[in-house]
């Protein structure tokens, strides 16, 4: 599978993504848990079926020492016993706000509650803009068919 678009070339997407990259920057240098980011990152992007980003952010999860078994139950977490009470609230957090259309409104009050209980005003603030964001890079990625499965962990970073 070929890419439609190439990011790296040309004159408009290069100085975009420039931007986006340093909005990921950001996210991941905030003080939301760097575990639960992994976890939310993938989740959101199995959600949206962005291959690619689900390919990178397994494989960088890996690489910072998470355990396969969390990893294989990201999707059925709900069910998964190898969640903390934080976790499980960001995750609920997380499809919640991606599955914006179904959802009727977005987050419930109850799931910000929850994810409130847990985390702070500026971890909140970062989860907010960490599922926000990984939404707008699956679009990204899943419009222009990016490819799967060559990724290397820090590639991006």
């Known amino acids: 599978m070929d890419a439609r678009l190439n990011y790296a070339t040309g004159t408009t997407a290069p100085k975009i993504v420039k931007y986006v990259m340093s909005a990921g920057k950001a996210i991941k240098d905030s003080p939301l848990p760097a575990t639960t980011q992994k976890l939310v990152a993938l989740r959101v992007s199995q959600i949206n ?3 690619v980003c689900i390919d990178m952010h397994t494989k960088e999860a890996t ?3 998470e355990t396969p078994v969390r990893l294989n139950l990201v999707a059925a977490w709900r069910e998964a016993t190898v969640f903390t009470e934080a976790e499980r609230a960001a995750l609920e957090f ?3 706000g991606t599955r914006v259309a179904d959802a009727a409104g977005g987050v419930g009050d109850e799931v ?3 994810a409130a209980k847990h985390y702070d005003d500026e971890q909140l603030t970062a989860l907010v803009i960490l ?3 990984m939404n707008m890079v699956n ?3 899943i ?3 990016q490819p799967a499965g060559d990724y ?3 590639q991006f970073h």
Do not use: D, K
């Open 112 to 114: 910000w509650a929850n």
């Open 139 to 141: 679009r990204l990625n």
């Open 131 to 133: 599922v926000s964001f």
């Open 94 to 96: 997380a499809e919640e």
């Open 152 to 154: 290397e962990p820090g």
């Open 49 to 51: 079926g962005c291959a």
């Open 143 to 145: 419009l222009t068919r």
């Open 63 to 65: 690489a910072a020492g």
